[in-house]
């Protein structure tokens, strides 16, 4: 992916951000280390490893610069450390504050190197909004909301929900743009839906692809981080790079218990959420992750079964091609049903609206589950695949109202 061209405008602004932050580390190291301070060096230091990870992925004369900058803001952070134990010894401050400058002198020099070589098409902008995968964005900013009420049992707090759900979206919308840079060959090779998407087209170029997705994901740890707490910022993070790098990269190609391991990614949201309004993690956190984990098998192999050709001709190795439709729909029944005896026993924790409605989604799920074990048609899988849609948002928002009854 490596190219001579000009970095693109997502990369540069990054870069800006990021001069303009340690621009407000040296600023506020000279007058206070309050929260200010701390707060411009957690917006400066994420979007600066994204600003390497793009340079050493794309643009590699950015690289210097780029690793300087990075480098020089890490040592004013830890010398940081040595002015608070020093009681703010005038050596300790002296190098904090000159590693600052020198890491803001670097991010100059990147930004102007940022713009040597030959320009490179940015593409249409609706093809950006496509690269977040909006559909799939939504569901995860449901289950995201929904966590968040049950984190803080019953309304959370306005701003900060307002903040969680941005930088959510910015993160499931970065992890997923890079899902699309990734996976550009054997989108070509799936059939004519995946073969039009932005990347897999040419219609936008990967470096500027990678460019957007790196850098939403690093806007969304800046967010969360200094507006709602670090946990939040990491959590969200975590699941972004365990999606792009764990599922994406390795998983998705490797083994057709795929979808099984990399779920995990999708069931990240409401525990960001949670963790948003409580500040920290409890049992219920973890049963919203169990929910979502459990659920992801049945859900996604019934799309496997509705397209089980596209992935073949890609040779990604999904169950019905490996194992066949028989064990694909067993599957499906014995992941169906300990997801519903789960949902249905969490229940004690998340109440009875929670509850109830747990018993009847879940019981109409399992008679889906079992009409497709009975009749494998592509007829059965759609009816499922739709359903179990439905079954989560449902599921979530009876769980994100239940306390709200209390």
């Known amino acids: 992916m490596r190219s001579d061209s000009a970095a693109g405008p997502f990369l540069r602004g990054a870069i800006m951000a990021a001069a303009i932050a340690t621009a407000a580390v040296v600023i506020s190291a000279t007058i206070d280390s309050g929260r200010g301070h701390w707060a411009a060096a957690l917006v400066a230091v994420p979007l600066l490893v994204a600003a390497v990870a793009v340079a050493r992925l794309a643009y590699p004369r950015l690289l210097p610069a780029t690793i300087s900058a990075l ?4 040592v004013a952070i830890a010398s ?7 009681d703010g010894a005038a050596w300790a401050n002296v190098i904090h504050v000159a590693s600052a400058g020198a890491s ?3 991010s100059l020099v990147a930004l102007v190197v940022s713009f040597r070589g030959d320009p490179l098409a940015l593409g249409p902008w609706r093809d950006y909004i496509t ?7 939504s569901l995860l900013l449901l289950t995201g909301a929904a966590g968040m009420f049950v984190g803080a049992g019953g309304w959370p707090n306005g701003w900060d929900f307002v903040a969680m759900m941005v930088g959510l979206a910015l993160a499931c919308g970065g992890s997923s743009a890079l899902n699309h840079v990734m996976d550009a060959d054997i989108d070509k090779l799936m059939g004519e839906r995946t073969a039009a998407r932005p990347v897999a087209s040419g219609r936008v170029a990967a470096p500027r692809a990678l460019e957007f997705g790196v850098v939403l994901m690093a806007l969304s740890f800046a967010l969360l981080a200094t507006t709602v707490n670090v946990l939040t910022a990491v959590l969200a993070l975590i699941g972004g790079l365990f999606y792009v790098v764990v599922y994406t990269g390795y998983l998705k190609r490797s083994t057709d218990q795929n979808i099984v391991i990399g779920g995990a990614a999708g069931a990240v949201p409401p525990v960001v959420g949670f963790a948003a309004a409580a500040g920290d993690l409890t049992l219920p956190a973890l049963w919203l992750f169990l929910i979502v984990f459990l659920w992801t098998p049945p859900h996604f192999w019934a799309l496997a079964l509705m397209i089980k050709e596209h992935y073949a001709a890609a040779n990604v190795p999904m169950l019905p091609g490996t194992k066949g439709d028989r064990e694909t729909t067993r599957q499906i029944l014995l992941y169906s049903v300990v997801m519903v005896a789960f949902t249905v026993a969490v229940g004690y924790w998340f109440g009875p609206v929670y509850t109830v409605a747990a018993l009847l989604l879940g019981a109409y799920f399992l008679v889906l589950a079992w009409q497709l074990r009975r009749d494998t048609s592509r007829r059965r899988a759609v009816v499922l695949f739709h359903y179990s849609l439905a079954y989560l948002a449902l599921l979530f928002v009876a769980a994100a109202v239940d306390p709200l009854f209390v």
């Open 131 to 137: 690269l977040t995968k909006p559909r799939i964005m």
């Open 104 to 106: 803001l002198a670097a």
């Open 71 to 74: 480098a020089f803001l890490l």
């Open 80 to 86: 940081g450390g040595l002015v608070a134990w020093s």
